[in-house]
């Protein structure tokens, strides 16, 4: 209990600090390489950046906005929107596709899935763009996005992913899609900014929010902006 009071007290007094929590993954993958643009920017804030695993922590740590994956179950006295759609799709090493002649969706029976947790399941996903179910030939679970995208760069499998997560790699082509028609992409929205009753009125909260929302058009990324 004490503990729990500190982390919530002690850095009220921090009033040039920010605080973003943010999903592991997405905190790793895409958030963290590009916070560097951001404190050139804003020199004079402080970033304290913390990842959350389950989005009931936001009711236990100190945050001024909150990056979540899935919707909070709780809002209290929060303001919460859509910020981010997701567009997911097979994805792996080059060197696989050739290994395995990969050129439709019934060749995955031959490869190795690889499940993360994220929005959509292999299950769900095979059922909503082919209609069925697939038997694959092997299946790996990792409980974090960053640990599946590793496996499939690797050569370990074929993830089920997002651009978002797996831009870097897309970009260097350690990753690429097997398929490539529009029809074999699903998009969901599984990002919500998450704004605490503090964060209110606070400038540093305003141009972190700003900036986050220049980066994911930059991206190109479906960004949801509310007026």
């Known amino acids: 209990m004490i503990k729990g009071a500190t982390r919530l007290v002690a850095p009220q007094s921090q009033r040039n600090h920010l605080f973003i929590a943010s999903g592991p993954s997405f905190a790793a993958k895409w958030l963290q390489p590009r916070i560097g643009n951001f404190i050139g920017e ?11 695993a389950d989005l009931r922590e936001l009711d236990t740590i100190r945050f001024d906005l909150a990056i979540a994956y ?3 179950p709780v809002l209290n006295d929060r303001q919460i929107e859509p910020l981010l759609a997701e567009r997911l799709r097979p994805l792996c090493s080059p060197l696989l ?3 395995l002649g990969l050129h439709e969706p019934g060749d995955l ?15 769900d996903y095979l059922r909503k763009v082919v209609g069925t179910t ?5 299946e790996l679970w990792f409980d974090r996005s960053t640990m599946a995208i590793d496996a499939a760069v690797e ?15 897309l970009e260097k082509g350690t990753l690429v899609a097997p398929f490539h028609q529009p029809q074999f992409e699903v998009e969901t929205v599984s990002y919500y900014l998450v704004r ?6 606070r ?21 949801t902006i509310v007026a």
Do not use: C, M, Y
Not at 203 to 223: M, P, Q
């Open 203 to 223: 400038s540093h909260v305003d141009a972190f929010e700003a900036w986050l929302r220049a980066k994911i058009t930059a991206a190109n990324l479906k960004g």
């Open 70 to 72: 899935g919707r909070p």
């Open 134 to 138: 697939i038997k694959a030939r092997h």
């Open 155 to 169: 050569g370990l499998g074929v993830v089920l992913e997002s651009e978002i997560l797996a831009a870097d790699e």
């Open 97 to 99: 596709i050739e290994q």
């Open 42 to 52: 804003h020199p004079e804030i402080g970033i304290r950046l913390s990842t959350i």
């Open 109 to 123: 029976a031959r490869a190795t899935l690889i499940h993360s947790s994220n929005a959509l399941t292999w299950t």
């Open 196 to 201: 605490s009753s503090e964060a209110k009125g």
